[in-house]
């Protein structure tokens, strides 16, 4: 037909390429594009061309279509993306594709492994606080793995007793040091060619343990505070980070206590004692909550036991607190204390204490002189 132009010259311009999204931050997303494809016919602005051997990292928008349809894009996700032309400053992401793991806190999409790591001093190692990030840690399905830095601020002895108390919870821990480079090697291997999300305690020493693991980084790193004996958190957003023998680092900001948003039906099979125990034998009861039921396979002389009844109160009131929620909206907040303790607390209305728009402001004022005109 006349007067319809053709797009078909377009259409040959445009290039979908395969990447990982290593970054998002507002409404951009910086992507790495795949290895092998042809770099030659890009020539990306303030770039060289380099070997295919060196990946090429792309900012990038979403689609108006992902939009709608509710598509979310997360770090770690494999995406399409689609490059105009080969003077392209920016690309476009048109498509997600399936993700074989997912976290949403923090957001990171294919990993393969959590690693937690936790300072035995500055500041000193809390057993409960530990046991709380590793149920976090277990109810994400993935392959935990814990790291404890810090290792030369104890003596040999210390080492040896949390080796075998981390034993008897089904854990074999890895001491490092950043500052002496102790078991660095090792943590290096077990990262090799993973995509390993880095969590734990605000002050651990996580952002120094990835600067010496991948250099050119350089992240900010903060001391730990004197009067609190916490650490100050440093990384603000998701990010991974290149390793030179191959993987990816989710760098992710640090806090002291995870949420235990989980059915408490299933706690249990996030300790490896209680695992244990129910695989040798079922309870009685097949919705056993493991408190004070009769024939019980899980209730008995294991030192984190007290923790799970801690953190099973806490599940089944945050179960309870979802139930009588209309809404994402409400007026009240779930409270987390140190020991466990939980209490509702009421939320600030923001509307309430928000001020006035200018714009809002000049509407009034030209209301109250319309008033004024009228009489």
Not at 46 to 67: A, D, E, F, I, M
Not at 248 to 269: H, I, K, R, S, V
Not at 313 to 328: G, R, T
Request: proline letters at 5%; a positive charge.
């Amino acid at each position: 037909m006349k007067g319809i132009p053709s797009n078909s010259k377009t259409a040959e311009l445009s290039t979908s390429l395969l990447g990982t999204v290593l970054a998002v931050q507002a409404n951009f997303y910086q992507v790495q594009l795949e290895r092998g494809f042809d770099q030659g016919q890009l020539s990306f602005k303030g770039s060289s061309q380099t070997s295919n051997l060196k990946p090429v990292n792309l900012l990038c928008t979403r689609r108006s279509r992902l939009k709608k349809i509710g598509q979310r894009v997360m770090v770690g996700d494999r995406v399409l993306v689609e490059v105009p032309d080969s003077t392209a400053e920016r690309g476009a992401i048109s498509e997600v594709l399936p993700r074989r793991t997912q976290l949403d806190r923090p957001p990171v999409a294919n990993a393969d492994q959590i690693l937690l790591v936790f300072a035995l001093e500055e500041p000193t190692l809390d057993p409960y606080q530990l046991s709380r990030f590793l149920v976090k840690a277990e109810s994400t399905c993935l392959n935990v793995c814990l790291c404890l830095n810090k290792s030369d601020l104890v003596t040999p002895e210390q080492r040896i007793r949390w080796q075998q108390r981390l034993a008897e919870w089904g854990y074999q821990p890895l001491f490092i040091s950043v500052y002496t480079g102790r078991g660095l090697e090792k943590l290096s291997d077990l990262l090799n060619q993973k995509i390993t999300v880095f969590a734990g305690l605000s002050g651990a020493g996580k952002s120094s343990l990835i600067n010496q693991l991948v250099p050119q980084i350089n992240l900010r790193v903060a001391e730990v505070t004197n009067k609190l004996g916490r650490g100050r958190h440093t990384t603000r957003h998701v990010e991974l980070f290149e390793l030179p023998r191959g993987g990816l680092l989710a760098d992710t900001p640090g806090f002291n206590q995870p949420d235990l948003n989980f059915e408490p039906a299933n706690l249990a099979y996030y300790f490896p004692e209680a695992r244990q125990r129910l695989a040798l034998r079922n309870c009685q009861f097949s919705n056993c909550l493991h408190r004070d039921e009769p024939n019980c396979a899980v209730r008995g002389d294991w030192e984190r036991y007290e923790h799970y009844l801690s953190f099973l109160v806490e599940a089944i009131a945050q179960q309870e607190f979802l139930k009588h929620q209309p809404d994402s909206e409400s007026s009240t907040k779930l409270k987390i204390k140190g020991s466990g303790q939980h209490q509702y607390e009421p939320k600030l209305e923001n509307k309430k204490y928000r001020r006035p728009s200018r714009r809002t402001q000049q509407q009034a004022l030209e209301e109250i002189y319309q008033e004024a005109d009228d009489f």
